[in-house]
């Protein structure tokens, strides 16, 4: 073992972490099953300040990475058992390490294995016999880069978390697979309730809707609109969606951040209700009534025929004092208006 390279560490419970000192430099992780090719690397990137953890097998590689959640990753691409590119495929693979730069290591040139390590999650590679002051100028080039990904990711997280306190909910789709990046906890029980899923991608309403307008975004930016908004009805309950802002970077459309607000209009037949001494079914009739809706659409709202429909609105008829449709709707809205003036007939 070198003087100087720490021992590689066993596993530790996922569930208490190693809490590691970023003030003084950032994290890296080298994962390399030949001991000499870790000492000179540990001792180069130790001189240079930086923080660093190693890893002999794929197998604790993933675990180190999964505890400490490194900066970046140099990664030998041939190892025994699990290799690099399936160690970096696994990393791309889960959220929590999803976003972490990983430089591979390699003594082969081919353009093949180039492709295929690029290909697992690269983003970048040096061959060997390594040079340290190589390597040491493409880490800090990907280091700047991932510095800026993690100001945007807090930006919009004060973002989420201003829309949050006001009781919105927000998601944040990637275009290219619809995977769900990230949700509020109101969110996923919104998504959960209207669509029966919340993880790991979003609704297929959802994304259609987001990938038709993203061509219109930039024209109606510079016309301070928006696009029009997504609305899910459900029974009196409403949950519309609009876009906020893009939170990562345009290729395959990028990661769009989406804010979420229910809104529920059981108050308003409840005063409905109320307002004309009707009963909780001739209150929703007559709601969906002031909403425009024919006896068929109703019926299929509510799960009665148009027959039992018509039956119920000959009775808020009698009871409001009127004969028709159109007198009963007028009725209705004035008294909606007087309890809730947002009301959107």
Known sequence: MHPHLPPELPPEPTSAPPILDRAHGDVVLIVDD?????????????????????????????????????????????????????VARRLKATAQTAHIPIIFMTGLTETEHLVAALAAGGVDYVTKPIKPKEVLARMNVHLQGARRARQEVRQAGQARNALDAFGYASITVRVGDGRLMWQTPLARDLLLDYFGSSAPYAPTVVLDWLRQHLPDLERLAQQQQEPPRLNVQQGARCLSFRLHQQTGDGEGGGDWLIVMREVSDAAVIACLGLGFKLTAREAEVLYWLVKGKTNRDIGEILGSSPATVKKHLERVYVKLGVETRTAAAGMAMARIRQSHPQFEG
């Open 34 to 86: 030949v001991p000499d090719n870790l000492a000179v690397l540990h001792d180069a990137l130790d001189e240079s300040g930086y923080t660093v953890l190693v890893a002999t097998r794929g197998e604790a590689a993933l675990q180190r990475a999964a505890q400490a959640l490194p900066d970046i990753v140099l990664l030998d691409a041939l190892m025994p058992g699990m290799d690099g590119f399936e």
